[in-house]
């Protein structure tokens, strides 16, 4: 009965978590390479060879892209560029999980694109506590915050790929948690890492 309506969110989330990381040089692009990776190999581990290879299409792309997209960028993604990352990791990740236990199937994009969601859901709750529209732009987001802080343009990129890599060993642990408390548990690490950070 909710498959339908949790398929939409699910791709409306992921492609505009994409969207919305991508403020700084090499950072979305470098993001959905990392969580990219870490999804190729969780669907190698389950034997989904068909959704690994779009995983490693996606993850060679986005690798290519970043040579000329790290800061100083001479490219840009722009918004078709991270609709476009977003959208095949958000259609891979469906397909991935037709064929994986439930919990795991569900948890693990969930954890691996960890950055951009939870960026992406704190957004308009921001908004709406600070008393603006959920839809305006603002310079709040975690990059952002980031800058504000005195780090520089590169370094931000970095702390935040090694957030990336950090939930994508998360994942990766939840494929072998056979208990729903272990699951559980390691996701509530991740998701409290991410925030503390």
């Not at 490693?56 to 997209?69: D, M, P």
């Not at 990766?172 to 690490?189: G, T």
Request: net charge positive; hydrophobic share 60%.
């Amino acid at each position: 009965l909710f498959a339908l309506p949790a398929t939409i969110f699910w791709f409306l989330l992921v492609i505009n978590a994409l969207n919305l990381i991508d403020g700084l040089d090499g950072l979305a692009a470098g993001i959905a390479m990392f969580s990219s990776l870490t999804l190729l190999v969780i669907c190698v581990l389950s034997g989904s060879a068909f959704v690994a290879l779009g995983f490693a299409a996606v993850a060679g792309a986005a690798l290519g892209f970043l040579r000329y997209n790290f800061h100083p960028a001479s490219i840009f993604l722009g918004d078709s560029g991270s609709y476009t990352l977003g959208y095949a990791l958000a259609g891979l990740s469906v397909l991935a999980a037709r064929k994986s236990e439930a919990a795991v199937a569900i948890l693990t994009p969930v954890v691996a694109l960890g950055v951009p969601m939870i960026d992406a859901a704190f957004a308009p709750v921001r908004r709406f506590i600070l008393g603006r529209g959920p839809f305006r732009p603002d310079r709040d987001h975690i990059h952002h915050r980031l800058l504000k802080l005195g780090y520089t343009h590169q370094r931000a990129v970095m702390v935040l790929y090694a957030a990336t890599i950090a939930m994508g060993l998360v994942a990766l642990a939840l494929v072998h948690a056979r208990d729903d408390r272990a699951a559980l548990i390691l996701v509530l690490l991740g998701v409290t890492a991410i925030v503390l950070m």
